[in-house]
Nanobody, 114 residues
Framework: QVQLVESGGGLVQAGGSLRLSCVAS????????MRWYRQAPGKQRELVAG???????NYADSVKGRFTISRDNAKNTVYLQMNSLRPEDTAVYYC????????WGQGTQVTVSS
C-alpha cells in the first residue's frame, strides 16, 4: 500500500522560510518522479516543482529562485525548501509520486502572512 506523508507546513511571515518533507512508503522511491503541487482557495491545483529519478528538476516560474526541490533516496523522502515566501504562496501543498501510477499525499497547509 502506497503512502505519501507530508509535513513541515505552518504559518510563517512574508519573507520567511519553510521546508516541506514527504516520506514515501510502498513504492520504489528511487525510480519515482516526485512532484509538489499546491492549491490555493478558489484556485486550480498547480505544479510547483518536480524531480526525476536522475535528479533533474523543474519549477513553476512563480517559484524559480525561491524554492528548491531535492530528494534523499536513502530516506525515501522528497523535500521542498521554500525561501522568501510571499502571501500568494499560501496554499495546501501536496506531494505526488509517479511510477506507472500517480499517487498523492494528503497535503500540508502553508500560510504566509503579510
Amino acid at each position: 500500500q502506497v503512502q505519501l506523508v507530508e509535513s513541515g507546513g505552518g504559518l510563517v511571515q512574508a519573507g520567511g522560510s519553510l521546508r516541506l518533507s514527504c516520506v514515501a512508503s510502498g513504492i520504489r522511491f528511487s525510480s519515482s518522479t516526485m512532484r509538489w503541487y499546491r492549491q490555493a482557495p478558489g484556485k486550480q491545483r498547480e505544479l510547483v516543482a518536480g524531480i526525476t529519478p536522475s535528479t533533474s528538476t523543474n519549477y513553476a516560474d512563480s517559484v524559480k529562485g525561491r524554492f528548491t526541490i531535492s530528494r534523499d533516496n536513502a530516506k525515501n523522502t522528497v523535500y521542498l525548501q521554500m525561501n522568501s515566501l510571499r502571501p500568494e504562496d499560501t496554499a495546501v501543498y501536496y506531494c505526488t509520486a509517479f511510477i506507472a501510477t500517480l499517487y498523492w499525499g494528503q497535503g500540508t497547509q502553508v500560510t504566509v502572512s503579510s
